[in-house]
């Protein structure tokens, strides 16, 4: 599935301490003029402190009198606040020329060089200040973080290291080594470092910062969130903590927290890159996919190589179903970045979701060879194969999946019901239990919600068991005939506790003593001695395909079958049909096993003399309340209250006809012939491959399977053809 990537901030990055002091030695003259100016400059009034400036330094004599070096200096400290960075270079170097040994403006200059990157010619500046004063520890510390932006890590330790020989309690020198070793993924020595910071400076936020990074990298969540509290108590203006935490946030689905903590940190630094990232995985992961999509507009708009920012747009875009948009920023993705194999993937989903399944293979293909162990990839080729009827292929895909991540329950359920659809019932039924263990299926929480422990597969005699459903309605009528093998194995009270629509059809079944709705039967749980889900009983009592239970039996009631049966003899003489062409919306694979239409159907009234009757509930009924002319229709789907009254009509009838539903189950479980179209994509696991039977339903039901890359039309057609052969034989 795609997923979104942040980025953290401080992650280990350089972040040179500087002491430049703004206050200067005055010049004889002027110094009201400096100390002015100096005052603007320590109020950030930078601009000001330059125009006032201006008129003493604003000129560019071939040599400049020493006693002007302060005012050049201020006014280079100015430039540098407003932004100006070339008009402080040219400053500072008048400055020096004009007095070689004014070392304040070393200190500046240098800073400035490292700020833009120009890293050798920091060093270098460095260099001659420490000729000039060689026990100015903030000058070999910032040294030895120029020397780490070239990668020239022994030397930059070394520095660090000989500030500390001379200046134990150093703050910054301590932080610098943090980051170093950090970087070098020394974490212990990059802790103590921190940690060594922070008790030479109580108040040293960016210390306190990369702590809480260090200790969240190494699984530390609670005490790197209390670091970055710590950040923020001394700098609440803090953005780069205030990210951190609500990246902090975020993993622990504190989503409403993570959101605002980065909006206040933009608010501070409106164009803070990486957190406008994150702010937009908040959001993906909030599902407000628009506004997702807008802030990585906004973070490629800053910063146009933003890989992590291409492939997250890609998941907002995914998510907002605009796939053509999304593939775009995947590829755009794995250009930048031919390792990100989550891009690969999510590449491939879209491409499947767009039908072009072969280009999809190959997109995956390209994942594996990155990471061979990559088991999202290994899943996605074992459900193309398995789309393709390649069994054996997807269930060895399915496996290196599992390999790849023992704990992915999507693996885990798909090769469950593969190996059920293959009849290889022991080890399916036992892997689907899984279920239990994926919090994001019902059935996890179930295990909270009940009183009694689950039944095992232990002796039932004398027992009180709860048959718990959880699963839909057509699951319930498929595995309810378990409660008579459960009741034959001398269990003294069944009750089946399911949703209301079963109720009155589910009193008449042989081994059910009670039929309770969901909350009275959780309320009444702890006076039982177990629990167990129909569809985990095939697991318990080791179901084979030789060894499948007989359907459920149901017996219509009297009444209701007069009832309906009055409704029905308005129709002309002639073999009856119910049928039913869409499902519940909610399933996961309605939009492939509904038929688009009634109309899809129509050819079935070329046969001559069949009557239809529309079973439809829900969806589709108001198709089935104003058919087309040519398409007469006794619709009662509408007035049918529950089953019961399905189980009524369909005691009229000579023939169902349906889409996967629940009433498939329902017809044949009373024994009347029931013909289920199956869609291609992802034929429910109950009907297994390769069959026209289901040995569920044995005699009773019939499949027509949609074949690759065919419309329902023709599926439709075949059902035709077996309709005029039954029926005008």
Same mark, same amino acid.
């Given at each position: ?67 002007? #070096? ?8 100015? +430039? ?39 890293? #050798? ?20 510390s910032n040294l030895g973080v120029v020397l780490q932006r070239q990668e020239r890590y022994a030397e930059a330790e070394a520095a660090f290291r000989a500030v500390l020989a001379h200046h134990p309690a150093h703050a910054d020198a301590h932080y610098n080594l943090g980051l170093l070793h950090q970087g070098q993924s020394r974490r212990a020595e990059a802790e103590s470092a921190f940690r060594a910071a922070i008790a030479a400076n109580a ?54 927290? +993570? ?34 999509? #807008? ?78 162990? !990559? ?35 999507? +693996? ?28 994001? !299926? ?40 378990? #409660? ?11 009750? !089946? ?5 079963? %109720? ?34 095939? %697991? ?31 129709? +002309? ?72 009254? $399905? ?13 996967? $539903? ?37 005699? $009773? ?29």
């Open positions: 599935m795609p997923h979104c990537s942040r980025r953290a901030s401080a992650a280990p990055r350089l972040l040179i301490s500087f002491t430049v002091p703004i206050t200067t030695p005055l010049a004889p003259a002027p110094d009201d003029i400096l100390r002015e100016a100096n005052a603007l400059c320590e109020a950030h009034r930078f601009a000001d402190a330059l125009a006032l400036l201006e008129p003493h330094v604003g000129h560019d004599a071939a040599a400049d009198a020493a006693a002007l #070096a302060p005012a050049l200096h201020l006014a280079a400290l100015s +430039a540098t606040g407003t932004g100006d960075a070339p008009r402080a270079e040219a400053l500072w170097m008048r400055c020096l020329a004009a007095k070689p040994d004014f070392a304040p403006a070393y200190t500046g200059l240098a800073a400035l060089f490292a700020a833009l990157g120009r890293f #050798a010619q920091a060093e270098a500046v460095y260099q001659k200040l420490l000729v000039l004063t060689p026990a100015d520890a903030d000058a070999r108040r040293h936020a960016k210390a306190y910062n990369s702590l809480g990074t260090l200790l969240r990298d190494h699984g530390q969540g609670d005490a790197a969130a209390e670091a970055w509290r710590q950040a923020l108590l001394i700098q609440p203006q803090y953005p780069e903590a205030l990210n951190n935490l609500a990246m902090l946030f975020k993993a622990s689905g504190k989503l409403a927290e +993570a959101e605002l903590a980065i909006r206040i940190a933009l608010q501070i630094r409106p164009n803070f890159v990486d957190a406008l990232n994150n702010l937009g995985c908040v959001l993906t992961d909030l599902k407000r996919a628009p506004e997702a999509e #807008a802030a990585f507009r906004q973070t490629l708009a800053l910063a146009p190589n933003h890989a992590e920012a291409h492939y997250n747009l890609g998941v907002a875009l995914h998510a907002l179903e605009r796939l053509p948009e999304a593939e775009a920023a995947y590829r755009e993705t794995v250009r930048r970045v031919p390792h990100r194999v989550e891009a690969y993937n999510n590449l491939a989903c879209v491409l499947m979701a767009l039908g072009r399944r072969s280009e999809a293979l190959d997109v995956l293909h390209e994942a594996v060879a990155v990471r061979p162990d !990559f088991a999202e990839a290994h899943f996605n080729l074992a459900s193309l194969a398995k789309e393709r009827g390649l069994l054996d292929e997807a269930e060895a895909g399915y496996r290196r999946a599992l390999t790849a991540n023992p704990d992915y329950g999507d +693996a885990k359920f798909r090769l469950a019901t593969l190996l059920i659809s293959m009849g290889r019932f022991e080890e399916g039924f036992a892997r689907y239990e899984c279920r239990y263990a994926m919090p994001g !299926f019902v059935h996890h929480a179930t295990q909270r919600l009940l009183q009694c422990p689950v039944w095992q597969g232990e002796p039932l005699a004398g027992k009180a068991l709860l048959l718990w459903q959880e699963d839909g309605l057509g699951d319930m009528l498929q595995f309810g005939r378990y #409660a008579r093998m459960l009741k034959d194995q001398g269990a003294a009270h069944v009750a !089946f506790v399911c949703q209301r629509p079963l %109720h009155r059809l589910f009193r008449g079944v042989e081994g059910i003593d009670a039929v309770l709705d969901h909350e009275a039967g959780a309320a009444a749980s702890r006076q039982y001695d177990c629990w167990v889900s129909p569809i985990s009983v095939p %697991h318990r009592v080791r179901t084979t395909l030789d060894t499948i239970p007989a359907p459920l039996v149901f017996t219509p009631e009297p009444a209701l079958v007069e009832q309906w049966g009055a409704r029905l003899a308005t129709l +002309a003489p002639g073999p009856r049909i119910g049928i039913v062409w869409k499902g519940n919306p909610k399933h996961f694979n309605d939009a492939h096993r509904s038929l688009p239409s009634l109309a899809v159907l129509a050819p079935l009234w070329n046969v001559p003399g069949l009557r239809f009757v529309s079973l439809q509930k829900g969806r589709g009924e108001d198709e089935a309340q104003n058919p087309p002319a040519s398409l007469p229709l006794l619709h009662l789907g509408t007035d049918v209250h529950d089953f019961v009254d $399905t189980a009524a009509i369909i005691a009229h009838l000579d023939l169902v006809i349906c889409v996967d $539903t629940s009433t498939a189950h329902l017809a044949a479980s009373l024994g009347k012939p029931c013909w289920v179209l199956l869609p291609h994509y992802d034929p429910d696991w109950r009907w297994m491959h390769g069959r026209d039977d289901s040995p569920w339903y044995p005699g $009773t039901l019939r499949l027509f399977r949609q074949r690759a890359d065919e419309a329902w039309s023709a599926v439709v057609e075949r059902v035709r053809v077996a309709c005029a052969g039954r029926f005008m034989a």
